[in-house]
Each structure stands twice: as structure tokens, then as C-alpha cells.
């Protein structure tokens, strides 16, 4: 299995932060990593695919990196409905594989 | 607009067979994409359990392949998880969810959740 090391599990920040998550993977997974989004209840969204692509009606303040295995997605300008849990997942091998998990929470 | 909707036992018995299912509406299960089942224990991250294609070409998770069997009623549009000789640790919120058309694995549609507790 692939495994996704996802860091860090938490953070706290403030309206109008840049926060960034970054993800590693255990072996090469080129480009095939999505982000979702996850708010207490609700079941995860996807943020962004192939690393770096934009879903449909997600907001530009969300941005994915790639570099080498590590991959990071970025909020520019954190807004009060970001603060939720956000997830990492490979879809180069199955078994798919999520990462931990990332907390961010309000400072 | 295509949704998910988990049904079944809020409560299984240790040793037992935890049965789902997941009613697909808005779409037709004979497409082309991959219907699969996500869990996560309360508090705790997300878990691939395994997928079902529309052909009934199924993969699961390695850790659970032994208990897992995943299928599908194309006539009744749904497509059902079970999951044997249960213990406290397969208690989660259980999930379906659909695959992206253009990309496999990578999810669009997710159903609410069913959580499954185990306990006598």
C-alpha cells in the first residue's frame, strides 16, 4: 500500500492566514493526489485533483504543489468557512490512501 | 445531480455481518464509474474499504479482504457492502461515495454517512 503522511495534524490560524498542509507519499504517485475538505457531520469535497487542478466552483484561494513526493495545498487568505479538516488522498494505486488528516482551527 | 443514500443496522453485533446499502438517484449505476465504500471511525480519519464497477469488477482494501464483499442490483439501482465477523474496531461512519467520471479514485459524490456501531 501506498502510504500518505500528511503533516501537520493541526493548526491554529486567524482570518486572512496563508496555511499550508503538505502530504507525503511513500513512492512515487506523479500526479495522482486530490484534496478534500471535510466540516464536522458532512461527508469530504473535493478541493483540487491532479495535485494541482481546481474543482469546479471551488474558490482560487485554494492551491496545490507538487515537489517530488511531497505535495501542498495552500489557503491563501483563510476565510471563516475554511476552518475544517482537510484531507490527502492517492488515486495512483489502489488501495486508495488517505492522509491523517489536518485539523485547522480557529486562533 | 446525482446522490447517495446509506441504509441499514445502526447496530451490529460483534462476530456478526454488518450489511449496507447505498441507493444511487439523479444516475444510472450501468455507467461507467466506480461505486465505492469509505469509512470513518468516530474522531478518526477516512478509510478505503473497496469499489464496485458498473462491469462487477470489484477491488478491495488488502486489511479487509478476507471479510469484505461488495456487489450491485443494477435493477434497483443501489449497490450493497458486507462485512463479516465484525469487532468494536469496524464501529465507524460508513460512506459511499462515486468516482469522478474522468478520473478514477478520486471522488465527486458521497452519501451522508450511516454510522455503524458495534456492541452486544
Known amino acids: 500500500d501506498i502510504q500518505m503522511t500528511q503533516s501537520p495534524s493541526s493548526l491554529s490560524a486567524s482570518v486572512g492566514d496563508r496555511v499550508t498542509i503538505t502530504c507525503r507519499a511513500s513512492?512515487?504517485?506523479?500526479?495522482?493526489l486530490v484534496w478534500y475538505q471535510q466540516k464536522p457531520g458532512k461527508a469530504p469535497n473535493i478541493l483540487l485533483y491532479a495535485a494541482s487542478r481546481l474543482e469546479v466552483g471551488v474558490p482560487s484561494r485554494f492551491g496545490g504543489s507538487k515537489s517530488g513526493t511531497d505535495y501542498s495545498l495552500t489557503i491563501n487568505s483563510l476565510q471563516p468557512e475554511d476552518f475544517a479538516t482537510y484531507y490527502c488522498?492517492?488515486?495512483?494505486?489502489?488501495?486508495?490512501?488517505f492522509g491523517q488528516g489536518t485539523r485547522v482551527e480557529i486562533k | 445531480q446525482v446522490q447517495l443514500q446509506e441504509s441499514g443496522p445502526g447496530l451490529v453485533k460483534p462476530s456478526g455481518t454488518l450489511s449496507l446499502t447505498c441507493a444511487v438517484s439523479g444516475g444510472s449505476i450501468s455507467y461507467s464509474h466506480w461505486w465505492s465504500w469509505v469509512r470513518q471511525p468516530p474522531g478518526k480519519g477516512l478509510e478505503w474499504i473497496g469499489e464496485?464497477?458498473?462491469?462487477?469488477?470489484?477491488n478491495y482494501h488488502p486489511s479487509l479482504k478476507s471479510r469484505v464483499t461488495i456487489s450491485m442490483d443494477k435493477s434497483k439501482n443501489h449497490f450493497s457492502l458486507e462485512l463479516t465477523s465484525v469487532t468494536a474496531a469496524d464501529t465507524a461512519l460508513y460512506y459511499c461515495?462515486?468516482?469522478?467520471?474522468?478520473?478514477?479514485?478520486?471522488?465527486?459524490?458521497w452519501g451522508q454517512g450511516t454510522l455503524v456501531t458495534v456492541s452486544s
Open positions: 488522498q492517492q488515486y495512483y494505486n489502489v488501495p486508495w490512501t
Open positions: 461515495a462515486r468516482d469522478l467520471t474522468i478520473v478514477r479514485g478520486v471522488f465527486d459524490f
Open positions: 464496485i464497477h458498473y462491469s462487477g469488477a470489484t
Open positions: 513512492q512515487d504517485i506523479g500526479n495522482s
